[in-house]
T-cell receptor, first 116, second 114 residues
Framework: DGGITQSPKYLFRKEGQNVTLSCEQN?????MYWYRQDPGQGLRLIYY???????QKGDIAEGYSVSREKKESFPLTVTSAQKNPTAFYLC???????????????FGPGTRLTVL | SQQGEEDPQALSIQEGENATMNCSYK?????LQWYRQNSGRGLVHLIL?????REKHSGRLRVTLDTSKKSSSLLITASRAADTASYFC??????????????FGKGTMLLVSP
């Protein structure tokens, strides 16, 4: 089956700990994205990557880090510097990185992170 | 900042009725997309309308785009209980960038009662 997987579905961490959220896709898509969603809110872009070994900050990158060592994988680390990390995190991918490509984004099922 | 803003924030209707959701945005766009999210799940793409298109249909969905007013509407006809979800509009969020990113609105929560 082709698609995007995120693991785990639920994650609990103590305050002050770093935590890494997994995102894998087997769609052979170039672009990958991380979003944060708070209750009753839309999605806010954290980081995005258009190609392996390259990534760009989104609108709310502070306190987060990413890597893109493989085309299929785009893990997100929520560091202790992120003041309000409790949220629903969504990963997405897009066949093309170009703005004129008119492509939809494909989303994973999300990871709900709760920091205690 | 969020580019798209949906209206209304919440909508409650009976099965069989039509549901209309609106989206306004601020900057020029290449395309506007609508997504659906069931509670606690990822988003699912519904329909994409390009900036040079005015109306598009897909099954029970009808999307319009008015670039002069910077607004779009999503109409779901003959709604079903299974249409209950949140609906988001999204626009390509970085007009000066060659890269494809999306900026999402806060969404409209639709409740369809049997």
């Amino acid at each position: 089956d082709g698609g995007i997987t995120q693991s785990p579905k639920y994650l609990f961490r103590k305050e002050g700990q770093n935590v890494t959220l997994s995102c894998e896709q087997n769609l052979n898509h170039d672009a990958m994205y991380w979003y944060r969603q708070d209750p009753g809110q839309g999605l806010r872009l954290i980081y995005y990557s258009q190609i392996v070994n390259d990534f760009q900050k989104g609108d709310i990158a502070e306190g987060y880090s990413v890597s893109r060592e493989k085309k299929e994988s785009f893990p997100l680390t929520v560091t202790s510097a992120q003041k309000n990390p409790t949220a629903f995190y969504l990963c997405a991918s897009n066949p093309s990185s170009l703005r004129d490509s008119h492509n939809e984004q494909f989303f994973g099922p999300g990871t709900r992170l709760t920091v205690l | 900042s969020q580019q798209g803003e949906e209206d209304p924030q919440a909508l409650s209707i009976q099965e069989g009725e039509n549901a209309t959701m609106n989206c306004s945005y601020k900057t020029s766009i290449n395309n506007l997309q609508w997504y659906r999210q069931n509670s606690g799940r990822g988003l699912v793409h519904l329909i994409l309308i390009r900036s040079n298109e005015r109306e598009k249909h897909s099954g029970r969905l009808r999307v319009t785009l008015d670039t002069s007013k910077k607004s779009s509407s999503l109409l779901i006809t003959a709604s079903r209980a299974a249409d209950t979800a949140s609906y988001f509009c999204a626009t390509d969020g970085r007009p000066n960038s060659g890269y494809s990113t999306l900026t999402f609105g806060k969404g409209t929560m639709l409740l369809v009662s049997p």
